[in-house]
């Protein structure tokens, strides 16, 4: 099973960023997909989660409104649309997939490699 995350960069304050996680190696239709992002010296945090098949939506507060999540079955990858980004959003965005994956990183079966989102002021 592989992860493959791609996208981050560096983009100034209220600026926009794509990420995508590419999916292979099992079927995931029965997958919840999230993204996390751990800031340095921070824990790994929730941002957002998809279900795979129904397409039902989480989000934590610090994203909501601003965040998006979305996903294409044909080419099996989660996309995460980044807006109005803040310097408090620079951290490592890691793509995860588990059958019971809520909010809680643990709670993750599979992970990305990570990519970097850098916001500057």
């Known amino acids: 099973v592989q992860l493959v995350e791609s996208g981050g960069g560096l983009v100034q304050a209220g600026g926009s960023l794509r990420l995508s996680c590419a999916a292979s190696?099992?079927?995931?239709?029965?997958?919840?997909m999230g993204w996390f992002r751990q800031a340095p010296g921070k824990e790994r945090e929730f941002v957002t989660t998809?279900?795979?098949?129904?397409?039902?939506?989480d989000y934590a507060d610090s994203v909501k409104g601003r965040f998006t999540i979305s996903r294409d079955n044909a080419k099996n990858t989660v996309y995460l649309q980044m807006n109005s980004l803040k310097p408090e959003d620079t951290a490592v965005y890691y793509c995860?997939?588990?059958?019971?994956?809520?909010?809680?990183?643990?709670?993750?079966?599979?992970w990305g490699q990570g990519t970097l989102v850098t916001v500057s002021s």
């Open positions: 995860a997939a588990g059958r019971g994956l809520i909010r809680l990183a643990r709670e993750s079966e599979y």
């Open positions: 190696g099992r079927t995931f239709s029965r997958y919840i």
């Open positions: 998809i279900s795979w098949s129904e397409g039902t939506t």
